[in-house]
């Protein structure tokens, strides 16, 4: 269904103005779980750190070890919960795991059934190139975003970082994360030495997660610059207003 | 109110008003029980995964740390405890009671006159930090067939002569897949010394599936149990019971 009426609405070629469906509900019902789940992990993740702030490669990492990385305790109002306790960020971190895991599992089996993946995020010929990359790149910098038809499309650097969050941050993300279970390296001992060692796990659990705060307030900038009721609107009930092209009637 | 609001402050209050809803469901009671099933989840999960036997990472001579950080308590410094230290641990002696046929008080000696076995194996301390140690220890699944452990025992509970500075003494427990896992020892030696008061000296447990707060130090007395409701606040550990960490610490 959904299908059908997505080619059609790309033959015509809609003009701009058009209110036209965008986003599927399996993407917005996972794209709002991970609102929830990601800001979790994330504060709870801050408030677990805060027990040994310190990072370090290799197998094993300890006060008389040196870290590559030592932080400050991050501040209560960016920690879940507020006051320091290991206990409950780490209640509220192992829940809210299970939730990022399985619903991604969940959303690529779904996505690879229902073709999002080749259909919407793929690579198409020649968007690789080069000489493409660079246009778009220049086009982002420029602010000029596509509109009509043109913007049902995600273009090559919106395909690249979706793409880049979903086939390899979370998964690495949750992947470094099992490795700190002792459980889990008996169970799994080749996770361990995919990483290099628990303290490495630790470390790139610490990278990938500042790398999904980066990719949140890039994504929350492109929203504001696009247009923000029209963005989330679309997330929400799916339908989305094709932006005018410049110089289309008002 | 004041129009001249930090960013700051904005980003921060921004930041902080769903954490504040977050902390007010974390004090309800269902919420936080819902939250809290989670350890059962990642517990079957991980059973379910893994060979109820697999064993934990063993390391090279080469890859011990340095220097084997303790934590907690570094010293009990009890009356009792160091009326023990002082006699080289001669008086001390291990209880093993509870749900067994045979009841057993074993010195220090006699455990090390059982075949034992060493291992090179990771601590990992809840907070995040790890060390690399080898242990040398008497299997613990020899000491419960010793004992002649009952069938109806469902865990084994180990109670250590470290009163945390108060009234409170220090246990933990652990269930029959653990306690039988060929690589949970009842550890007297780290790195070919004589366990160091830090580390917990006579004796302490290696479980080594689980994190640091399970390998309880200063070992005194182990009992069989088929339940861990009875024993002190009931959830199977000291920082189980006092703030809320959980029983399996697998994860």
Redesign the interface.
């Known amino acids: 269904m959904a299908r059908t009426r997505m080619t059609r609405a790309i033959n015509v070629a809609p003009p701009g103005g058009d209110l036209v469906r965008r986003h599927r509900l399996s993407t917005r019902i996972w794209h709002w779980i991970n609102v929830v789940t990601l800001y979790v992990l994330f504060t709870s993740g801050l408030g677990i750190f805060n027990a040994h702030p310190r990072l370090y490669w290799g197998q094993y990492g300890a006060n008389f070890d040196a870290p590559w990385l030592e932080l400050k305790r991050f501040p209560g109002w960016i920690t879940l919960p507020a006051h320091y306790s290991l206990a409950f960020s780490r209640h509220w971190h192992l829940a809210f795991a299970l939730v990022l895991a399985f619903s991604l599992l969940a959303y690529m089996v779904w996505s690879l059934l229902n073709r999002h993946i080749s259909r919407d995020l793929a690579f198409r010929k020649g968007e690789l190139k080069p000489s493409h990359i660079l246009h778009d790149i220049a086009d982002h910098a420029r602010l000029r975003f596509p509109t009509g038809a043109a913007a049902l499309r995600y273009n090559v650097l919106q395909k690249a970082s979706y793409i880049g969050v979903i086939f390899i941050l979370l998964p690495t993300i949750i992947l470094t994360g099992l490795t700190l279970s002792p459980g889990m390296n008996a169970a799994w001992p080749w996770l361990v030495e995919l990483f290099g060692g628990r303290q490495s796990a630790r470390s790139i659990h610490f990278i990938v997660a500042w790398l999904l705060v980066a990719f949140f307030l890039v994504h929350i900038l492109m929203v504001v610059l696009a247009g923000p009721f029209n963005e989330v609107r679309s997330m929400i009930t799916g339908r989305y207003r094709l932006p005018k092209a410049r110089g289309e009637g008002a | 109110m004041t129009l001249l609001l930090s960013r700051r402050a904005l980003i921060?209050?921004m930041?902080?008003m769903?954490?504040?809803g977050?902390?007010k469901l974390?004090g309800n009671e269902s919420f936080?029980k819902?939250?809290?099933?989670?350890?059962n989840?990642?517990?079957w999960a991980?059973r379910s995964?893994?060979d109820r036997n697999?064993?934990?990472?063993e390391?090279r001579p080469d890859?011990v740390?340095?220097?084997f950080?303790s934590n907690g308590t570094n010293n009990p410094n009890t009356e009792g405890y160091k009326a023990l230290w002082r006699g080289g641990f001669a008086d001390w002696r291990l209880k093993v009671d509870g749900l067994v046929g045979k009841p057993l008080s074993l010195s220090l000696d006699q455990l090390k006159s059982i075949p034992h076995r060493e291992q090179i194996t990771?601590h990992?301390?809840?907070?995040?930090?790890?060390?690399?140690g080898k242990w040398r220890g008497v299997p613990l699944g020899t000491i419960l067939k010793a004992a002649r452990i009952s069938d109806r025992a469902r865990h084994i509970v180990f109670h250590c002569a470290d009163d945390m500075g108060g009234a409170k003494s220090y246990y933990e427990s652990i269930d029959r897949v653990d306690a039988f896992h060929p690589q949970t020892i009842l550890a007297y030696a780290l790195n070919d010394r004589p366990l160091s008061v830090a580390n917990g000296a006579p004796l302490r447990l290696r479980v080594?599936?689980?994190?640091g707060y399970k390998q309880a130090k200063y070992l005194l007395h182990i009992q069989a149990v088929d339940s861990l409701k009875p024993i002190h606040g009931g959830k199977g550990g000291f920082?189980e019971d006092s703030?809320?960490?959980?029983w399996y610490?697998?994860?």
């Not at chain 2, 703030?243 to 959980?246: D, V």
Request: some cysteine.
């Open positions: 921060g209050t930041a902080a769903p954490l504040a977050c902390d974390a936080r819902a939250l809290f099933t989670a350890e989840f990642h517990m991980q995964l893994s697999a064993l934990a990472q390391f890859q740390s340095r220097i950080r990771r990992d301390c809840v907070e995040g930090w790890s060390a690399i080594e599936r689980q994190l920082w703030a809320g960490y959980e610490a697998g994860i």
